[in-house]
């Protein structure tokens, strides 16, 4: 069977992180190989990019989504498209979708305008399946410990990334699924693994 393009989305908080490495532990002890990547980030290029993104001073919005896009770019071509070709499932947290959320949604620049920015870089490479953690912005930040720029933004911004969030989900129906994120990280992992292989 094919290889295939896992996202994991959510706002702060949700445990995407854990999440991918235990998909990931799941796929290989039944036999499929697996690797996780985490966005922004991933090559050397693209961890550059993220100490701007994350750590930077004030950024304008396009330029921020721009610099997504570029390090996604990256990712795609370098690890993602390369893995896939290879027979290599790809486990991403985080992946195109939090650039519509997040800049599309929070940062208003348009879902549909972020989304054309992107596809250039993508080379027809979207994810074969998003999982949407979903969980209570205001909760999830609470369980951050340090908030990096984009996370430091607060309530309201996060707010508006989860209502983007769930409007992507009811809109790609065949694309997402979610799974309540208010509970604990066993009952997350074991019900992302199930999606998994209902699916596949
Ligand atoms: P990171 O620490 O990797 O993520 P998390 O909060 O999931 O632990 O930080 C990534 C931050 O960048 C997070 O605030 C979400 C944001 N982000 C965007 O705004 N757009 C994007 O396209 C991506 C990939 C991330």
């Not at 706002?11 to 990547?37: M, N, Q, Y």
């Not at 949604?105 to 920015?117: C, D, I, Q, S």
């Not at 720029?149 to 699924?177: K, N, S, W």
């Amino acid at each position: 069977m094919r290889a295939r393009y896992v996202a994991l989305e959510g706002v702060e908080g949700t445990g995407k992180s854990t999440v991918a490495l235990r998909l990931a532990d799941h796929l290989r002890s039944t036999g499929r190989d697996a690797i996780v990547v985490r966005e922004p980030g991933g090559t050397p290029a693209g961890e550059g990019i993220r100490e701007l993104l994350l750590h930077g001073d004030h950024m304008e919005p396009w330029t921020e989504a721009l610099l997504f896009a570029a390090q996604r770019a990256q990712l795609v071509a370098d690890v993602v498209r390369p893995a896939l070709a290879a027979g290599i499932w790809v486990i991403s947290d985080r992946t195109v979708y939090s650039s519509l959320a997040y800049q599309g949604g929070g940062r208003g620049l348009g879902v549909e305008t972020v989304r054309t920015v992107n596809a250039a870089g993508l080379l027809g490479t979207w994810p074969d399946l998003v999982v949407l953690l979903e969980l209570d912005p205001a909760i999830g930040l609470s369980r951050q410990s340090t908030a990096d720029r984009i996370g430091a933004e607060g309530v309201h911004f996060q707010q508006r990334v989860a209502e983007t969030f769930a409007e992507l989900a009811q809109a790609e129906p065949d694309v997402f699924r979610t799974v309540a994120a208010d509970r604990p990280l066993s009952a997350v992992v074991a019900a992302v693994v199930d999606i998994v292989e209902q699916r596949w």
